[in-house]
């Protein structure tokens, strides 16, 4: 079992919908969970870090859900420069190292 | 906020050429910096993580006699993929972070082309 599972995708919306995915995670000691997002043939960029309170930036909203293992994230009124694919990045308790997720891509059309 | 630089951000060379990617912390030191690899429609792969004044740490399947790595400072580690080959080529990109359990952050990432 993959340590970060995502769907895949891809999500396609109309300008000013919302949409939403989730992202499972199978190591229990994972301590600190981010959302990144990657445009096609560039490096991921960090998009916001997710507390355990769950946490809001602008339109975007990520929670974390430590019992079931799984964190969100949702996307309001969403403009075409939100299509891209958005990565669910975990890692352990004192650990440099992240576990990434395979992608969910996002598409917004006009 | 911290920032990563990576070069050369795109190379195109001839089978058999080594190349070198150098990786640079601009404004914090990064004991630990780490070097992915991701290939089309796919997600970032670890290759390895780097350690200022030590051995390069190897992720499984991963050859250190091909992918070399030096993290000589605080602020920059290098990968050199040696005798590079058609199926070397591949967008790496390193990343670190200035403290543990703080986002990461990505170089530009390196676009290799073998030819």
């Known amino acids: 079992r993959k340590e970060v599972e995502q769907d895949p995708g891809p999500f396609n919306v109309p300008e000013g919908a919302t949409v939403a995915f989730n992202c499972t995670y199978s190591?229990?000691?994972?301590?600190?969970f981010f959302w990144y997002r990657q445009d096609c043939r560039k490096e991921p960029k960090l998009l916001m870090s997710?507390?355990?309170s769950g946490n809001e930036d602008g339109r975007f909203t990520a929670q974390l859900n430590r019992a079931s293992q799984y964190i969100s994230l949702l996307i309001r009124d969403s403009k075409l420069s939100d299509s891209a694919t958005y990565l669910c990045?975990?890692?352990?308790?004192?650990?440099?190292?992240?576990?990434f997720g395979a992608g969910t891509t996002v598409t917004v059309r006009a | 906020g911290a920032v990563v630089s990576q070069h050369p951000s795109w190379v195109i060379c001839k089978s058999g050429t080594s190349v070198k990617i150098e990786c640079r912390s601009l404004?914090?030191?990064?004991?630990?910096m780490f070097w992915y690899r991701q290939f089309p429609k796919q997600s970032l792969m670890l290759m390895a993580t780097?350690?200022?004044?030590?051995?390069?740490?190897?992720e499984q399947g991963v050859e250190k006699d091909k992918f070399l790595i030096n993290h000589a400072s605080l602020t920059l580690s290098t990968l050199t993929v040696t005798s590079a080959h058609p199926e070397d080529s591949s967008f790496y990109i390193c990343s670190a972070a200035d403290r543990v359990n703080q986002p990461q952050h990505f170089g530009d990432g390196t676009r290799l082309s073998i030819l």
């Open positions: 780097s350690n200022e004044g030590s051995k390069a740490t190897y």
């Open positions: 404004d914090f030191q990064a004991t630990t």
């Open positions: 190591n229990s000691a994972s301590q600190s």
């Open positions: 997710v507390y355990s």
């Open positions: 990045v975990v890692n352990r308790r004192g650990d440099y190292k992240l576990s």
